[in-house]
């Protein structure tokens, strides 16, 4: 291969994280850019942002892969006036290609939660929900689906596994939130990058012990624990995901490699969880 191009990678990251894959209601796959452009670098992040567009320029990248859509609903206009449509005005004009890989990730194996569950040392990992038992991406291993359930090497309480998560994850100001009985031992444990409160009344099947997730609701949580449900903690969506982009930036460099394709691939790792403080009740700034 003399030069890589966007449509190389477009093919690559349909293969990793395949298309079909993707929910009914995601919009994924390339956003915009050309597809026989020359790449020069590559960035990997959660969500598109002003921030990711500046390392990415930084760092001559001009191929973004992100987790979060841009779009989601219908679009009737990209104007510069609207905070999205500077973001397509920006990328059009720096030459730099967007695409999203979102549920289709999720799904995945490896994919988001397989991220999450590996950075937890979960082993023996099964989604959650499985959608396909066949094989079909891109150096995948095993059954793909929703959320991944595993086992800690040790049984702790749920304080320490909560201990445990705050080490394994990145910082963000909201932290991690737990809910259940604090010295109650765990040692299953399911996860789901991302928002998985849906996933909640599929546990009890499958011997969970604690639930890992994020974007966990009051009203969920409690029918969910009054009803004898296992522990769950939270953590921010952002931070959930996050571990992915190493995993993705990972798996591309290497087909790079393998094709003796020089060109550099980097994680934006400054965090775009909208949160940004977090303040104990009755305390002040």
């Known amino acids: 291969m003399s030069?890589?191009?966007?449509r190389d990678l477009v093919e690559l990251v349909e293969k990793l994280y395949p298309p079909a894959r993707k929910s009914d209601w995601d919009q994924i796959g390339l956003v915009c850019g050309r597809l026989d452009?020359?790449?020069t670098g590559v960035v990997v992040a959660v969500d598109l942002t002003h921030e990711v567009i500046d390392f990415a320029e930084s760092n001559?990248?001009?191929?973004v892969l992100v987790h979060h859509p841009l779009?989601?609903?219908?679009?009737?206009?990209?104007?510069e006036e609207r905070f999205k449509g500077e973001f397509v005005h920006r990328l059009i004009e720096g030459k730099i290609a967007l695409m999203v890989a979102?549920?289709?990730a999720d799904a995945a194996n490896p994919g988001v939660s397989d991220a999450l569950a590996a950075a937890l040392g979960l082993s023996n990992t099964v989604p959650i929900e499985i959608i396909e038992s066949e094989v079909?991406?891109?150096g995948e291993s095993g059954p793909?689906?929703?959320?991944?359930v595993g086992a800690l090497e040790t049984p702790m309480s749920l304080r320490d596994f909560a201990s445990l998560v705050a080490d394994a994850t990145p910082a963000t100001a909201q932290g991690v939130r737990v809910a259940g009985d604090l010295d109650r031992m765990v040692q299953r444990v399911a996860v789901c990058g991302g928002s998985g409160d849906s996933y909640l009344d599929l546990l009890e099947p499958l011997g969970v012990d604690v639930y890992l997730t994020s974007d966990l609701k009051h009203h969920?949580?409690?029918?969910?624990?009054d009803a004898g449900g296992c522990a769950v903690v939270d953590i921010p969506h952002w931070a959930s995901e996050f571990p992915w982009c190493a995993v993705a930036a990972r798996s591309i460099a290497t087909w790079l490699g393998d094709n003796g394709i020089e060109v550099p691939v980097a994680v934006y790792e400054q965090p775009t969880d909208p949160w940004v403080l977090h303040l104990e009740s009755g305390s002040s700034a």
């Open 3 to 6: 030069e890589l191009t966007t």
């Open 37 to 39: 452009q020359e790449v």
């Open 60 to 63: 001559e990248a001009n191929f």
């Open 71 to 79: 779009f989601l609903s219908g679009v009737h206009e990209v104007s």
């Open 102 to 104: 979102h549920t289709n």
């Open 136 to 138: 079909v991406g891109l």
């Open 144 to 148: 793909v689906g929703i959320g991944r």
């Open 220 to 225: 969920r949580t409690r029918d969910h624990l």
